[in-house]
């Protein structure tokens, strides 16, 4: 013989998974939680072998997005300009030196921007970046590409 259930059985019912499922929150820690706060983020991007003089195109303050894809990452906050480095070989001595490449500079390009920072990633104004990241990047009358070298947050 079936029993019909009431009200106070289904009370019950609901308490017991009710019950069940904190228990299983509480014992099971709750999940994955990653701590995530908004920070300023400044990454640096090495970009090598640009003609003599490129640097002169950029400025502190230009806005800088992804060249492929639009994205809006921030602004430029410093600019370093080295010598292009090349390891040759050297054939008198039969050894491989590092030698200048005329006419060619490597631009040290810092970018700050608004960001978060968890405990899994960095991202910059939503796009997750990381070291040694390939960028292609663009700015007002210049475009360019290069890894991101370094990176921290304040």
Known sequence: ???????????????????????????????????????????????????????????????????????????VYGIEVEPTVMVTLDSVNQQ????????RETVLLTVKCDGTESDAEIQANGQVIKIGQKMTIKGKGYAMGGFILAMWTE
Do not use: W
């Open 96 to 103: 491989m030196v590092r030698a200048e490449v005329p006419k």
């Open 1 to 75: 013989m079936l029993r019909k259930f009431n009200a106070l059985d289904i009370l019950i019912c609901v308490g017991i998974f009710a019950l069940a499922f904190g228990a299983a929150v509480y014992l099971g820690g709750g999940g994955p939680i990653m701590a995530s706060n908004n920070k300023t983020v400044y990454f640096t991007v090495e970009v090598i072998s640009l003609p003599q003089g490129f640097h002169e195109k950029i400025s502190i303050g230009d806005t800088i997005e992804d060249s492929s894809k639009g994205y809006y990452y921030g602004v």
